[in-house]
Each structure stands twice: as C-alpha cells, then as structure tokens.
C-alpha cells in the first residue's frame, strides 16, 4: 500500500468501468435525473449516447423506468445524488427494484455530506439507514479508485439490486490493482492487538489515520473496511467483538441506524466488546468545507484518536 | 373475436370474482367489476400473448398499476391457462402467491404493483426497452383515476412523450369515485383529455363497460410519435345494482343476501342471454 498517494474520484472511476463494460455488453444502460456531470459521466455520455437514458429531474421516474428496463433484461444503472434517490424514491426502490426484484443497480453519487455546504436537503447522512431496512438489497461503499473499480466490474456482472453509495472527494489509495473485492466480505487494513476501527468508504482513510495517531502512543488497532454494508461481514465482526473488549466504527452517516448501527445489532447477539459509534449527530449538520464540518464534529484521525485514548484508558 | 363471446366472459368473470370476494371475504369489488370489461377485451382480444410461455420475449405487456383490483385479473390469469383453478382458490389463503396485489412470483404477472402512481413509469421503460431492442411489442398499462392524483404519473407522462413512445397504452379505469368519494370531492381529477393532450399524448374517450368501444380503442391506438391514452369511462361496481356507483363499495364484502341475489341476477343472466356462451 502506497499511503498518501493522491488517488482519484470515485465518479470518474465508475464512469471508466461503465464504459468498459457498456462496449462488451449493449444491455447495460444508464440513467441520469439531470445529473450526468455531477456523476463524472459526461465521457461516457459522449461515447455511448445509446446506452444513456435521461429522466430529467424526475427520481421516482428515474427508479421506475430502470425496474421497467431491468425487467425486460436490461441492465441499468440508475445515478442521481443520494440524498434524492434514497428518500424522494424510496418507494420505487422497495416496490419496483427490491420487491419485484429487478436487476437495478441504484448508485448515489455526492453521498454523505459531500454537498456539506448546501444544507440538509442535499446531505444524504440517513441513506444507509432508509436503504438497509429494504430486503433484497446490497449494499456498497468504495474507498478508493481500486476497489471502485473492482466493485463496478462486479454490478456489471451481478443480477442483484444494489445501492452504492459514492462521494465528490478525491479519494486517497487504501490497494492496489490486485485488491480482491468479494462481496460481504470485508478486508483488514491493517492488523493490530488492542481494539479495532471498522470504517467504509471515504471514512475509511480517517480510520486509517486515527490508527497511525493510536500507534505513535503505543496503542495498535486493527482497521477494518467493511465496504459490504449489506449482508455484513457477520463472521469479521464475531471475531473482532470477541477479541477485544471495546471496538469503534466511522463514518458519514448519522449515528442512528449506518454502519454502526449494523455492527451493533450484530455485536449484540454475543459479543462482549462495547461498540463506540463515530458519526453524524441527530441534527441537520452544519456548513462549511467538508473537511472543516468533519472537523466539527470529531471527525478526523487525531481527533478520533484522542477519544479512543479516553475511552480504552478510562 | 365476437363481442358477444367477449361480453359472455365479461359476465362469467364477473360472478367468478364476486364469488371468490365473498368467499375469501375480502376484495376491491367496486374496482374489479369497474375494469372487468377492459381486462377481457385486452386477455381475450387484444393481448399478444402465450400462457403457456409466459415469459415470451414478443409478448405484449400488461402493467396493472391500479394493483388493487387484482381479483379480477387473477380470475382472467386462471382462465387464459397461466395458472390452475385450483390454485386460483388460494387467493386470500395463508401463505398464498395470489396476494391482495398482483405478485410476479406468479406466472402472468410483469412486476409488482400496489402502491398507486408507480405503474406508467414502469410501463414507460418497457416500452423504452421495446425501443431499444427493435421489438414489436406493445406495453399496456391500467390507472385509476384517483391515482391520477399521484405526482409520479405526471413524470412518466412526460417521459413516455419525450421518448415518442407510440408502442405506450394506458388506460383509465375513470369511474369518477375513490375510497372516500367522487374524485371531484376528494381530488379534481377533471380534463383528464385536455391535460394528457397537453403532455403530448393521443387520446380517446370511450365506454369503458361497452365492449364494442373497448375493442376498438384499444386496436386504433395510434403509431404517430406520440403516446396514447384511453380514458374508459365506467361504472364502479358495475354489474351488480346494489355495488354500482357506490363509493363503499370500493373495498366491501358483500353481505349472504347481497351475494345470493348477484349470483341469482348472474345466473338467470348466463342462462337467458347468453346459453351457451351465445346472446
């Protein structure tokens, strides 16, 4: 792993793979509510003006035409930023991808707080919450370009319904080309005796630094990407809430019903570690730069760091 | 195929369905005997289809978005062969496939439908895909009009015109009541003509109980570029007196002498009118 190499977009990366997969396979299709270029896929825009689809500023449609779509044996992707296709067409994704089970791949792009200068109505900070009570779902997180890429090439090929939840940051490189990606199984970042911080997506770099701030005070933790929201990683998280007595999750979620949330539920059944839930509170976020509103909210490496100190020293 | 024969199976079925809503004791009767006559025209006349391939790739599509009066279409299903009779009185049983709202676990049925205003998007990307693919055939799709009233349609609407979908049918089933009462008191869902016109669709205003005018709607629908939209004009409840026009009757189960007197009513009717399937 090469750390602090400036990565890529999560957006530009998914556009390289659609374009890859739409030359070997004319059934995959992509549909946009008006937001092409906020996807990064104005290149694939240009060179497939037949496999795109625009709804215009319309995300139930949006939903509904690609269950139509996927019925009839197309593949598409649905792309439209989170905060609107995981609440204003909620519905068309419980009824018309998860229950009549159609092969749409739903891909909310500016995810979390992404648009942290916008205001709530374009915070997407309750989409895993809303996402993961839906049956027949999967559930997905990249963290850099390489492990996007990875998970791409694998919706292109999957007959399930899925959410992937992306963000607008550059995201640093975690892997390399030879990252593995299998589906529900989560990775180790890095190995570590004294607890373990579970992160997704682009929280997962904050894990990652959070640990290197633990390790220069001789505390080593175990960071886990747990890019599968759904079905979680269950046998990763028996172990690791097995083996220490207090473990910590990340991420750009409200703290009710995300990542932490999912861990708790598991880690109640028998574990014996407490779990500690980094998050977004129960509050419409602040604005600001992204970064400066992670800030605010404890959401940094060192941060992070100092509370896990607390908590395990207390 | 004969109109008569046509308005037989319209009084056959409407029996079948008033039986198995009072034997199950439930049922969206006023709506299923509403789009009766649509259902056969389309299944008996109109539909390419093949119930003993039903996943056909030519085969005509059929999107129920007014999924509630699913009694009647799972009696047409049973009928047309996609599946048994004997399965057909599963319906409203534990653990049953032929659930209150059409179930694409069951052969025959496109995709899942129930919550209102969902229909006409999904019809609007099969029909796309028909585009797409060269195929010839045609997607259709039944709406109430009190579903009229569900912001989505009008986002289907206007998709299915910009994407010239010529090969797009939707019906309403414009009985003029819902739940609660006439469309007027609970939504004013008036000038549907004009307001799908001005979404740049064909449209036609018919008879929506009167077999004739069903037919030939549905079999001159335009190829012009543009969708087309048939407002049927029916009554709720129709074929039964005490149920007709009757916005209660849009979820009621009749009573041992309201169901005694219909099928006496159906009887003499099947028997007089049309012995042996012949009026």
Same mark, same amino acid.
């Given at each position: 792993?090469?750390?602090?190499?400036?990565?890529?977009?999560?957006?530009?990366?998914?556009?390289?793979?659609?374009?890859?997969?739409?030359?070997?396979?004319?059934?995959?299709?992509?549909?946009?509510?008006?937001?092409?270029?906020?996807?990064?896929?104005?290149?694939?825009?240009?060179?497939?003006?037949?496999?795109?689809?625009?709804?215009?500023?319309?995300?139930?449609?949006?939903?509904?035409?690609? %269950?139509?779509?996927? #019925?009839?044996?197309?593949?598409?992707? @649905?792309?439209?930023? !989170?905060?609107? /296709?995981?609440?204003?067409? $909620?519905?068309?994704?419980?009824?018309?991808?998860?229950?009549?089970?159609?092969?749409?791949?739903?891909?909310?792009?500016?995810?979390?707080?992404?648009?942290?200068?916008?205001?709530?109505?374009?915070?997407?900070?309750?989409?895993?919450?809303?996402?993961?009570?839906?049956?027949?779902?999967?559930?997905?997180?990249?963290?850099?370009?390489?492990?996007?890429?990875?998970?791409?090439?694998?919706?292109?090929?999957?007959?399930?319904?899925?959410?992937?939840?992306?963000?607008?940051?550059?995201?640093?490189?975690?892997?390399?080309?030879?990252?593995?990606?299998?589906?529900?199984?989560?990775?180790?970042?890095?190995?570590?005796?004294?607890? %373990?911080?579970?992160? #997704?997506?682009?929280?997962?770099?904050? @894990?990652?630094?959070? !640990?290197?701030? /633990?390790?220069?005070?001789? $505390?080593?933790?175990?960071?886990?990407?747990?890019?599968?929201?759904?079905?979680?990683?269950?046998?990763?998280?028996?172990?690791?809430?097995?083996?220490?007595?207090?473990?910590?999750?990340?991420?750009?979620?409200?703290?009710?019903?995300?990542?932490?949330?999912?861990?708790?539920?598991?880690?109640?059944?028998?574990?014996?570690?407490?779990?500690?839930?980094?998050?977004?509170?129960?509050?419409?976020?602040?604005?600001?730069?992204?970064?400066?509103?992670?800030?605010?909210?404890?959401?940094?490496?060192?941060?992070?760091?100092?509370?896990?100190?607390?908590?395990?020293?207390? | 195929?004969?109109?008569?024969?046509?308005?037989?199976?319209?009084?056959?079925?409407?029996?079948?369905?008033?039986?198995?809503?009072?034997?199950?004791?439930?049922?969206?009767?006023?709506?299923?005997?509403?789009?009766?006559?649509?259902?056969?025209?389309?299944?008996?006349?109109?539909?390419?289809?093949?119930?003993?391939?039903?996943?056909?790739?030519?085969?005509?599509?059929?999107?129920?978005?007014?999924?509630?009066?699913?009694?009647?279409?799972?009696?047409?299903?049973?009928?047309?062969?996609?599946?048994?009779?004997?399965?057909?009185?599963?319906?409203?049983?534990?653990?049953?496939?032929?659930?209150?709202?059409?179930?694409?676990?069951?052969?025959?049925?496109?995709?899942?439908?129930?919550?209102?205003?969902?229909?006409?998007?999904?019809?609007?990307?099969?029909?796309?895909?028909?585009?797409?693919?060269?195929?010839?055939?045609?997607?259709?799709?039944?709406?109430?009009?009190?579903?009229?009233?569900?912001?989505?349609?009008?986002?289907?609407?206007?998709?299915?015109?910009?994407?010239?979908?010529?090969?797009?049918?939707?019906?309403?089933?414009?009985?003029?009541?819902?739940?609660?009462?006439?469309?007027?008191?609970?939504?004013?869902?008036?000038?549907?003509?004009?307001?799908?016109?001005?979404?740049?669709?064909?449209?036609?205003?018919?008879?929506?109980?009167?077999?004739?005018?069903?037919?030939?709607?549905?079999?001159?629908?335009?190829?012009?570029?543009?969708?087309?939209?048939?407002?049927?004009?029916?009554?709720?409840?129709?074929?039964?007196?005490?149920?007709?026009?009757?916005?209660?009757?849009?979820?009621?189960?009749?009573?041992?002498?309201?169901?005694?007197?219909?099928?006496?009513?159906?009887?003499?009717?099947?028997?007089?009118?049309?012995?042996?399937?012949?009026?």
């Amino acid at each position: 792993m090469e750390k602090n190499k400036p990565g890529r977009k999560a957006g530009e990366v998914m556009c390289e793979v659609l374009i890859e997969q739409a030359q070997k396979n004319k059934d995959i299709l992509v549909l946009t509510s008006d937001s092409r270029g906020s996807a990064s896929l104005k290149p694939y825009a240009e060179k497939f003006p037949e496999q795109i689809i625009e709804v215009g500023i319309a995300e139930q449609n949006l939903v509904g035409i690609s %269950a139509g779509l996927a #019925s009839s044996g197309r593949r598409p992707f @649905a792309v439209s930023p !989170a905060a609107f /296709l995981t609440m204003r067409s $909620i519905e068309q994704v419980k009824v018309d991808v998860s229950y009549s089970n159609t092969n749409v791949k739903l891909v909310g792009i500016s995810g979390g707080n992404s648009y942290s200068d916008l205001g709530m109505s374009h915070h997407s900070l309750q989409d895993l919450a809303i996402t993961r009570a839906i049956p027949n779902l999967e559930i997905f997180m990249p963290c850099d370009q390489f492990q996007t890429r990875k998970m791409f090439e694998y919706l292109a090929q999957s007959d399930k319904p899925a959410y992937i939840r992306i963000g607008k940051q550059v995201l640093k490189d975690c892997y390399d080309e030879n990252i593995e990606f299998v589906p529900g199984k989560a990775n180790v970042l890095k190995e570590g005796k004294d607890t %373990a911080i579970i992160g #997704s997506g682009e929280t997962l770099n904050i @894990a990652m630094e959070a !640990a290197e701030w /633990l390790e220069k005070d001789g $505390i080593s933790a175990k960071v886990i990407d747990m890019h599968t929201i759904k079905p979680l990683d269950d046998e990763l998280i028996d172990e690791i809430s097995q083996e220490y007595q207090q473990i910590f999750s990340i991420e750009e979620h409200s703290i009710f019903g995300g990542l932490g949330s999912a861990v708790s539920e598991r880690v109640a059944q028998g574990g014996k570690a407490k779990l500690k839930i980094f998050g977004f509170p129960d509050e419409p976020a602040i604005s600001g730069k992204q970064m400066e509103v992670f800030d605010y909210y404890g959401l940094t490496g060192e941060k992070i760091a100092n509370e896990i100190k607390k908590i395990l020293n207390s | 195929m004969q109109i008569q024969y046509l308005e037989f199976k319209a009084l056959e079925m409407r029996k079948k369905v008033w039986k198995m809503i009072y034997d199950s004791g439930t049922g969206h009767t006023g709506s299923d005997l509403s789009c009766t006559d649509i259902l056969i025209a389309l299944y008996y006349d109109v539909l390419k289809i093949n119930p003993a391939e039903p996943k056909w790739v030519d085969r005509d599509r059929y999107i129920q978005s007014k999924g509630h009066a699913v009694e009647i279409l799972w009696s047409v299903l049973a009928d047309k062969g996609f599946f048994s009779e004997n399965k057909l009185k599963t319906y409203g049983k534990f653990h049953t496939d032929l659930i209150g709202h059409p179930n694409n676990k069951v052969a025959g049925i496109e995709m899942n439908t129930g919550s209102l205003g969902h229909g006409l998007s999904i019809a609007v990307g099969v029909a796309l895909n028909a585009k797409i693919t060269n195929k010839d055939y045609l997607t259709y799709t039944l709406m109430g009009d009190g579903e009229q009233a569900e912001g989505s349609i009008w986002e289907a609407a206007m998709a299915a015109n910009h994407y010239r979908l010529d090969n797009l049918i939707g019906i309403i089933d414009n009985n003029g009541l819902q739940i609660t009462g006439s469309n007027e008191e609970v939504m004013d869902s008036s000038s549907l003509k004009q307001k799908y016109q001005a979404f740049g669709w064909n449209v036609q205003e018919i008879d929506g109980n009167n077999m004739s005018e069903i037919v030939n709607a549905l079999k001159n629908v335009k190829k012009n570029g543009h969708p087309n939209l048939v407002i049927a004009h029916t009554l709720k409840g129709k074929g039964v007196k005490v149920a007709e026009d009757r916005a209660e009757w849009h979820h009621k189960v009749p009573t041992k002498e309201q169901y005694e007197a219909a099928m006496a009513d159906f009887d003499k009717k099947l028997g007089g009118d049309f012995e042996n399937g012949e009026k």
